[in-house]
T-cell receptor, first 118, second 115 residues
Framework: GAGVSQSPRYKVTKRGQDVALRCDPISGHVSLYWYRQALGQGPEFLTYFNYEAQQDKSGLPNDRFSAERPEGSISTLTIQRTEQRDSAMYRC????????????????FGPGTRLTVL | SQQGEEDPQALSIQEGENATMNCSYKTSINNLQWYRQNSGRGLVHLILIRSNEREKHSGRLRVTLDTSKKSSSLLITASRAADTASYFCALATNAGGTSYGKLTFGQGTILTVHP
């Protein structure tokens, strides 16, 4: 089946504008994660959901960042009043089941959205 | 820091040689995962090793985990030019005894395999 998809793939915006990044996880995957990756660095955790519940948002940099997953499938990461420092690759991942016990499932990553704030 | 630290930062080898990358960490983990990222592409999951496992194989990949030393290694045998990529270790930790899905990635090892 289809993998994780993200849209748009590229987004160029002016400072101060709001942007919404979309993630469509693999069908049936319970958990959905958002990461941000700067050039030459590993991905940095932002937030994650089990079904529609946001389990952890400790990685969101500030209150300009928010995420939702209202129906437990597609998720949107919104950045308000964008700043140049928000420029990065934003990656979404999903996994089949939420972590429980000692068994974690691998995370499948989407292609990412390259955000450039001018 | 919960972040894994990869070593070396960059590795350059000839096709056919073996490549070994190491990851050290400081916190307790539930499992450790390795991912590959080709230039301009997404992250691909390679292998997951749980904290109660010591070694795992997948094709030409061999991963070891030493929880007493808080370190892991990824060995790629008989490397190919197509193995050229960045390799990341990612830690899955427990938070207060609760299972947790967040992954903490290291900065990666850039592997270049020359034909």
């Amino acid at each position: 089946g289809a993998g994780v998809s993200q849209s748009p793939r590229y987004k160029v915006t002016k400072r101060g504008q709001d942007v919404a990044l979309r993630c469509d996880p693999i069908s049936g995957h319970v958990s959905l994660y958002w990461y941000r990756q700067a050039l030459g660095q590993g991905p940095e955790f932002l937030t994650y959901f089990n079904y529609e519940a946001q389990q952890d948002k400790s990685g969101l940099p500030n209150d300009r960042f928010s995420a939702e997953r209202p129906e437990g499938s597609i998720s949107t990461l919104t950045i308000q009043r964008t700043e140049q420092r928000d420029s990065a690759m934003y990656r979404c991942a999903s996994s089949l089941s939420h972590p429980s016990g000692s068994s974690y499932n691998e995370q499948f990553f989407g292609p990412g959205t390259r955000l450039t704030v001018l | 820091s919960q972040q894994g630290e990869e070593d070396p930062q960059a590795l350059s080898i000839q096709e056919g040689e073996n490549a070994t990358m190491n990851c050290s960490y400081k916190t307790s983990i539930n499992n450790l995962q390795w991912y590959r990222q080709n230039s301009g592409r997404g992250l691909v999951h390679l292998i997951l090793i749980r904290s109660n496992e010591r070694e795992k194989h997948s094709g030409r990949l061999r991963v070891t985990l030493d929880t007493s030393k808080k370190s892991s290694s990824l060995l790629i045998t008989a490397s190919r030019a197509a193995d050229t990529a960045s390799y990341f270790c990612a830690l899955a930790t427990n938070a207060g005894g609760t299972s947790y899905g967040k992954l903490t990635f290291g900065q990666g090892t850039i592997l270049t395999v020359h034909p």
